[in-house]
């Protein structure tokens, strides 16, 4: 069995090659060539979880995710997500590799997040704001400049010394004009691209904030309860999800809408892969706010992780001792 840890993963899932991976793997969900349970998840102590996300990916693997999910690591500079991919050989049954499940997830969620935007925003899109300073947070501000020319990002979060040195890293690492701003209204009020990526509990995104003909990508909230995005913004957009089951048993932003009694379930016209097909609408004028929401699908992590068990393969890396 291949052991794929931490900096292994980072080595290698490409961010523009894992775009495509996720575009296909969200193809393969809504097409019928994939299965996947709904994500179980046990709560724990102090606001943490656990969950446990099994399916299987045609033509590849199948296997399950065991992750931990502890927000309050955020505050201390570690992943919030940890645990494991394990990936089964289709032909035999027999599990393969164990991958490095906090790394794998911070990639695959921003890459997807990059599809959904090529999907759904304006071609000529090139501002955007970023809600949130941390790991998911840095890995869109990777992400996105692989589907779009962009000019500038706007950065909000709590902590304006944060977002201050958030905005840095941009500039410095990415090459990329980047402001950080005092309010979540301001960073956002230009944008072409917003993306939401905190640990809020309650709405932090407005509708009466964001422009006409911007792409919304809701990432922060994975389960249901807290929201980052209030309920009239999620009557307004065209709203499309990564798993149509997933996002209506536990997308907290379209709950909540649903409960205020602003939508009914057929708001969520459908999946992210049915655009990305060519079978579903998605972007119909330019004036559309168009909202994707990501809640994490096995599918992605299985995409990724064979994608890097077949790298592994070829090029020598992985181990069977230390998993870090």
């Not at 009557?235 to 205020?260: M, P, S, T, Y």
Request: charged share 20%.
């Amino acid at each position: 069995m291949i052991v794929i840890g931490r900096k292994d993963v980072a080595r290698h899932l490409d961010p523009a090659a894992c775009i495509g991976l996720m575009r296909d793997a969200m193809i393969a969900l809504s097409t019928g060539n994939s299965r996947q349970l709904l994500r179980q998840i046990v709560d724990l102590d102090g606001g943490n979880a656990f969950g446990v996300m099994p399916g299987a990916l045609d033509g590849a693997t199948f296997g399950a995710k065991l992750v931990s999910v502890y927000p309050a690591r955020a505050a201390l500079g570690e992943q919030t997500h940890q645990g494991i991919i394990v990936l089964h050989d289709p032909a035999s049954g027999t599990p393969v590799a164990l991958v490095h499940a906090g790394e794998v997830t911070a990639i695959r969620t921003a890459a997807a997040s990059a599809a959904a935007a090529d999907a759904l925003a304006r071609p000529d899109a090139r501002r955007l704001a970023i809600l949130g300073y941390g790991e998911q947070a840095w890995h869109h501000a990777a992400a996105l400049p692989h589907v779009r020319a962009l000019s500038h990002i706007a950065v909000w979060g709590r902590s304006r010394e944060k977002a201050e040195a958030f905005a840095a890293r941009i500039r410095a690492d990415l090459g990329i004009a980047a402001t950080a701003v005092a309010a979540a209204g301001e960073a956002v009020a230009d944008a072409d691209i917003i993306c939401t990526a905190t640990a809020a509990a309650d709405p932090i995104l407005f509708s009466a904030d964001v422009p006409d003909g911007a792409h919304v990508n809701l990432v922060g909230s994975s389960r249901a309860g807290p929201a980052e995005a209030d309920a009239a913004l999620v009557a307004r957009g065209r709203l499309f999800a990564d798993h149509r089951a997933g996002a209506l048993a536990q997308g907290a932003e379209i709950l909540r809408a649903l409960q205020a009694g602003l939508i009914d379930e057929s708001h969520v016209l459908g999946e992210i892969g049915e655009v990305m097909a060519g079978t579903l609408p998605g972007r119909i004028a330019a004036a559309d706010v168009t909202l994707y929401k990501s809640l994490g699908s096995i599918v992605q992590d299985l995409a990724a992780g064979w994608h890097l068990y077949r790298l592994a393969r070829e090029r020598g890396f992985g181990t069977d001792a230390a998993f870090d």
